[in-house]
């Protein structure tokens, strides 16, 4: 079946600092990928997203690049903000049989302090 | 309205008691989806709909749970005999399509708790 499985967490950082959530997936076929965020108290929103192999994803900074030889969509960021204090979720749609769903992992709490 | 909209926000029930709950999608999106969500976990889909027909519900967890959507907009997530293992954050989203590269908004949730 599909799957996502993110990097543990939770992830605390300085402002400035440089940050990289690793997200790996298992699908069949060629899925979209997404980063999802949920900042303290509201609700889940996109954040970015890839839907085929090498596309490149970017929003507020945020960057991820859909890896297919390495099944990976890793988020990258230059320089955090306090205001990126939130919880990240990788997440696929594989399409075919499961036209409609997606498929999330964990989630990881991101933590910068100034 | 301008994003998806879910009601009641937080809902608290005796176990034994029946759900019900609301979501209003974005106007004009074909797709809504269920999905639920524990604590410290990610969403785990329920089930969705293209207009009114039920495309999916293999996330069903048991015959307890069912969804409807009979006019292609407004849905509603109903959960019969509430037990304690039902208490979690239940989000609804809509997308203008089921397509994979299509965007599924997501509304605020809403949380409930079962004692």
């Known amino acids: 079946g599909n799957s996502v499985t993110q990097m543990e967490g939770p992830v605390t950082l300085s402002e400035e600092a440089f940050l990289t959530i690793n997200c790996t997936y298992t699908?069949?076929?060629?899925?979209?990928l997404f980063w999802y965020v949920q900042y303290p108290g509201e609700g889940l929103q996109l954040l970015l997203k890839?839907?085929?192999?090498?596309d490149k994803g970017s929003n507020k900074g945020f960057e991820a690049t859909y890896r297919k030889e390495t099944t990976s969509f890793h988020l990258e960021k230059g320089s955090v903000q306090v205001s990126d204090s939130a919880v990240y979720f990788c997440a696929l749609n594989a399409g075919g049989t499961s036209y409609g769903k997606l498929t999330f992992g964990q989630g990881t709490i991101l933590t910068v302090h100034p | 309205g301008a994003g998806v909209s879910q009601s009641p926000r937080y809902k608290v029930t005796k176990r034994g008691q029946d759900v019900a709950l609301r979501c209003d999608p974005i106007s004009g999106h074909v797709s809504l989806y269920w999905y639920r969500q524990a604590l410290g976990q990610g969403p785990e889909f329920l089930t969705y709909f293209n207009y009114e027909a039920q495309q999916d519900k293999s996330g069903l967890p048991n015959d307890r749970f069912s969804a409807e959507r009979p006019e292609g907009s407004i849905s509603t997530l109903t959960i019969q005999r509430t037990e304690q293992r039902d208490s979690a954050m239940y989000r609804c989203?809509?997308?203008?399509?089921?397509?994979?590269?299509?965007?599924?908004?997501f509304g605020e949730g809403s949380w409930l708790t079962v004692v």
């Open positions: 890839a839907t085929k192999a090498d």
């Open positions: 989203a809509s997308s203008l399509a089921g397509s994979p590269g299509n965007t599924i908004y």
């Open positions: 699908a069949t076929g060629y899925p979209s």
